[in-house]
């Protein structure tokens, strides 16, 4: 399995990169629109929604 490298740009209010804005993949800036589920177990772990996203 090959692994692949991502950014991701992220909001710090509160709490360290409480949210993020945007994912960076292939070459390419995809914003996050909405974050659909939020957990925290050690650390902050989201899943985030973008519509401008083909993948």
């Known amino acids: ?18 949210q993020p804005r945007a994912v960076h993949l292939a070459g390419e800036r995809l914003e996050v629109d909405d974050v659909v589920d939020r957990w925290y177990q050690g650390g902050i772990a989201t899943r985030p929604r973008s519509t401008d996203c083909e993948h």
């Open 1 to 18: 399995m090959q692994m692949i490298p991502i950014r991701v740009e992220c909001y710090s209010g509160y709490r360290a990169d409480e």
